[in-house]
């Protein structure tokens, strides 16, 4: 295993596969991908845009798992070295004192970032049926705890930057539409107390 460097942060024992000789592209594939396959928890017939940090001495993950059902959910998981996971079959059941964010209807395209003593998920969420970005915290990836959407519908692919800029949360998004959105503008948004989001 190698070290890789992330900011001023050393991440060891990040699985690094060398390219392959001949390979001029800049960005290649593992060679025993997929690392997770698309039924690795009874519930699940595809699980993708995986989110993983650094977490102890090993690392864990949110994952995005469409199930049988075609209902997308969010599912948390851990692994030792990255590449073998043990992931809950049981869907994130996020904890609120929101009234209209107690009834979870879908969940998809988590990301995960540490930011000063906690990790931050954001998610596309679904509220009233239309998608936003959902915005919640960890300690342990056991118990999340979820705050105020980010922002009104129509929003998707919500990621935030792993530091504050300048005393400030800053989140990138995509604003979009209900359907397969025709435009791909990205937007960053910043907000001091990661309720309120502005200066978009």
Not at 22 to 47: A, E, F, L, M, Q
Not at 59 to 77: E, L, P, Q, T
Not at 149 to 169: D, S, T
Request: hydrophobic fraction near 35%; charge should be neutral.
């Amino acid at each position: 295993m190698k070290t890789k460097v992330l900011g001023e942060r050393s991440l060891p024992n990040i699985p690094w596969e060398d390219r392959p000789e001949g390979s001029i592209d800049t960005v290649w594939r593992y060679s025993k991908n997929p690392v997770i396959k698309r039924d690795h928890i009874p519930c699940s017939n595809s699980i993708f845009n995986s989110a993983v940090v650094p977490y102890k001495d090993g690392y864990a993950g949110v994952f995005r798992a469409d199930h049988k059902s075609r209902v997308m959910n969010i599912h948390a998981g851990f692994s030792k070295d990255a590449l073998n996971w043990d992931i809950n079959p049981e869907i994130i059941k996020f904890k609120t004192n929101i009234p209209e964010m107690e009834y979870f209807q879908y969940g998809y395209d988590p990301r995960v970032c540490f930011i000063e003593d906690r990790y931050y998920v954001t998610w596309c969420n679904a509220y009233a049926g239309m998608p936003t970005i959902g915005v919640a915290y960890t300690y342990d990836f056991k118990e999340f705890v979820q705050l105020e959407n980010a922002y009104l519908p129509f929003n998707r692919n919500g990621v935030m930057f792993p530091r504050k800029i300048n005393g400030e949360y800053v989140m990138m998004s995509r604003p979009s539409d209900n359907g397969h959105t025709p435009f791909g503008d990205m937007f960053i948004s910043r907000s001091l107390d990661m309720t309120y989001w502005g200066r978009h």
